[in-house]
């Protein structure tokens, strides 16, 4: 038993005794003694009830602290089991209180650096309030930093009367919107609701149209430029040092049968060079300079037939399976152009099923959700998930003999149709997509 908790037993037995003996006198009539052993009694009820007091004035302390989120104290440890737990509970509090403060300011960093808006809205009692705004969303409406949603209706009024059109649902969107009276900006919105048994939260993302497509174009123009920069050097280099040699063996006065040998071997490395950037420069206008495609219905069972039959020497050579399942459907769009695009997925499907012993390729062609899919699916090696956002590059290659112009063209060839090429990676091998307009 502690020592606290032995007094108050004590104190508490004595004022027990004390009555009793009180009474007792009381009985006899003993008037003084019975006045003396009642103060004594009451004195000891008095020490016990003062000791109890005691810690449950420091337990109080402590709880109303962690009510109040007030971690500026330090309570030590007693032996009371009442303010021993209580201190326990306060210092676990204090832990899971610095803990959250900790993460909650390592995600609001995060959020800080993202480079597109967020806002977060949270509804009390029916009325939204701003739970969290990054600068950057700040930033793009040209507005300051409000803690009431409402406030937003006059600074951004086409921004609010947007939000509250959502019912603060899940929406994606695009819209243009007029900023202090500047011309109309083009942005990508988006909202997504969160919400438990206690709370509902809106998250907004908000990214301006232009700056997407800036970023997208610089990233294109940099891999381009990288890829141009390789070939150019990879063509050039070795032509410079024949030339160089070349030019030392014109200087002589005399020309030897080993240096004239030297350079007829010279002359052909430099003249096979050259017909490799110059077919490199073709690939380049090919992809740059596509042209218009030509409309008119037509069917991609025929399309599809016509290629497969075009291909069918190598398919044989190759012992490649193929299987044909497709739907009759008829789209709007330039025949050759996408038989073209079809016939470079079946040459990359063909190196992709070399190395199999079993090798398909399977074409289907099926409609959905008023989209008109043609595939073309192969059970090759597929392609490694680290290059998979960079196939469609132009002249981005993993063969050594090939162009890296094939996906890029069919690509720019689908989208100048309006559609869209997809890759989709399968458990073994590969499928790509060709989605048309219905």
Known sequence: MKRQQFFWLIFTLLAIVCGIFAFDFYSQNKWINCTLFSLVSLVCVVLAQTSASLYIQKTE????????????????????????NAVK???????????????????????????????????????????????????ILEIPKYNSWNLYEKKASDFYKIIEQTNYENSQEFFDISINENAKQSFSLRTKKVQNVK??????????VQKIIEQKEKLAWNNLMKVISHELLNTLTPVNSLIQNLEYIANQEIIEKEDQQDMKESLMIINSKSKQLLNFVDDYRQVAELPKPVFKTISLTNIVESALHFLKPEFEKNNITIINSSENQTVFADEKMIERCLINLYLNAIFAVSDNVERTIKTEIKTH?????????????????????????????????????????????????????????????S????????
Request: contains cysteine; glycine residues 6%; aromatic residues 12%.
């Open 61 to 84: 302390k402590l709880l109303l602290a962690i009510q109040k989120k007030d971690f500026s104290l330090f309570p030590k440890i007693e032996e009371n089991s009442l303010v021993d």
């Open 89 to 139: 509970l306060y210092y676990q509090s204090k832990e899971e209180h610095l803990s959250l403060s900790s993460y909650k300011l390592l995600y609001e960093e995060i959020l800080n650096q993202l480079e597109i808006g967020l806002m977060i809205l949270s509804e009390k009692n029916n009325v939204w309030e701003v739970f969290y705004v990054n600068p950057v969303f700040l930033e």
């Open 199 to 208: 709370h509902r939260f809106c998250i907004i993302s908000l990214e301006s």
């Open 369 to 429: 959700n008023k989209r008109i899919i043609l595939s073309v699916e192969d059970n090759g090696i597929g392609i490694q998930k680290e290059i998979q956002d960079k196939i469609f590059l132009p002249f981005f290659t993993t063969r050594s003999n090939g162009s890296g112009i094939g996906l890029t063209l069919s690509k720019s060839i689908i989208e100048a149709h309006k559609g869209y090429l997809n890759y989709k990676p399968l458990e073994r091998g």
């Open 431 to 438: 499928r790509f997509e060709i989605w048309f307009v219905e």
